[in-house]
């Protein structure tokens, strides 16, 4: 019996090839921890000489330089929307992620992951807020949707049906998450957890 935070058979193959991705991406720290995977001992090599040739290799970073390259060309400038919109809509341009972004810098953090995975997702999101808010009051507290960057690591699980027309249509997610929370009075632990979305409720594992 899997539990929830068991990934997905489809998510397990996309992921054996993204552990090559994540340590060109780490670079010379990411490399010298995976050892022997990516700089395997020569032939009657002993265990120090190994150790000390690894601490002298270095990588060099030419897939980091390149999704740079790639991600630069696009948001060399700033993203215009075209058009009226109303307030609420320009309140998402200015910041999509209510984290302080504008939607030049998201996009940019969206096709960053993008050109590394081959995808990424985005889930519009919406507070919590109390029962019984008016809309005025929902305006004055600053109650939005709010776009989310979801990266393909994360997404570890999911499922759809085939509508009566033939389009596939998602019915459930489960994302990863990490939680920093206080552990005592100085010190903080990271927590992790598994959102679960269906069509009409969500779960926190």
Do not use: C
């Not at 001992?41 to 290799?57: F, I, K, Q, T, V």
């Amino acid at each position: 019996m899997s539990n929830v935070n068991e990934p997905s058979l489809a998510y397990k193959a996309m992921s054996e090839r993204w552990e090559l991705l994540h340590d060109l991406i780490g670079g010379t720290a990411r490399m010298r921890e995976a050892g022997k995977t990516w700089l395997p001992m020569e032939p009657r090599e002993e265990a120090l000489a190994y150790e000390n040739r690894l601490e002298r290799s270095y990588l060099y970073g030419a897939l980091s330089d390149t999704i740079d390259k790639i991600v630069s060309k696009p948001f060399s400038r700033p993203t215009i929307v075209r058009g009226e919109l109303p307030d609420a809509m320009q309140a998402i341009v200015d910041d999509p992620s209510m984290q302080g972004l504008d939607f030049t810098q998201f996009s940019r953090e969206v096709f960053a992951d993008a050109a590394l995975h081959g995808m990424a997702h985005i889930l519009v999101d919406f507070p919590r807020v109390g029962e019984g808010l008016s809309l005025a009051e929902e305006r004055a507290e600053e109650v939005r949707p709010y776009f989310v960057h979801v990266s393909p690591p994360d997404l570890i699980g999911w499922r759809s049906e085939r509508q009566t027309g033939g389009r596939e249509r998602l019915t459930e997610i489960r994302i990863r998450e990490y939680r920093t929370e206080a552990d005592g009075a100085w010190g903080d632990k990271q927590t992790e957890r598994v959102r679960v979305l269906r069509d009409t409720e969500w779960q926190l594992w």
